[in-house]
């Protein structure tokens, strides 16, 4: 069975940082883009980063660039979210999903698989 599964969430302090890890088992992320999304209470869930099949092209939510890097190791079959500089805005769920298509898009309805989620709480 198809799935991924986000992990490395948690509570940290504003300034600090976090690695999200997403792991898929039953299918192997070599011909997918990946992508994490991140939905705060009482808000739409909103692209935060995507990645190509290859990993030579990313894309990030302006409000991130600069303090995110996405990457992925398809050895492992695991896509990374290294989070630095944290601040209050950046508390919420955070999802990926796997797309079956070399180009990584910052669209939600191109991507078919998704994990539960993981919960980032930015807060002193």
């Known amino acids: 069975q198809a799935q991924l599964v986000e992990s490395g969430g948690g509570l940290v302090q504003p300034g600090g940082s976090l690695r999200l890890s997403c792991a898929a088992s039953?299918?192997?992320?070599?011909?997918?883009?990946m992508a994490w999304f991140r939905q705060a209470p009482g808000k739409e869930r909103e692209a935060v980063s995507c990645?190509?099949?290859?990993?030579?092209?990313?894309d990030y939510l302006r409000s991130v660039k600069g303090r995110f890097t996405i990457s992925r190791d398809n050895a492992k079959n695991t896509v990374y979210l290294i989070m630095d500089a944290l601040t209050p805005e950046d508390t919420g769920t955070y999802y990926c999903?796997?797309?079956?298509?070399?180009?990584?898009?910052?669209?939600?309805?191109?991507?078919?698989?998704w994990g539960p989620g993981t919960q980032v709480t930015v807060s002193t």
């Open positions: 039953g299918f192997s992320l070599d011909y997918y883009s």
């Open positions: 999903a796997a797309d079956l298509s070399p180009i990584a898009t910052m669209v939600d309805y191109e991507y078919e698989n």
């Open positions: 990645i190509n099949n290859g990993g030579d092209h990313t």
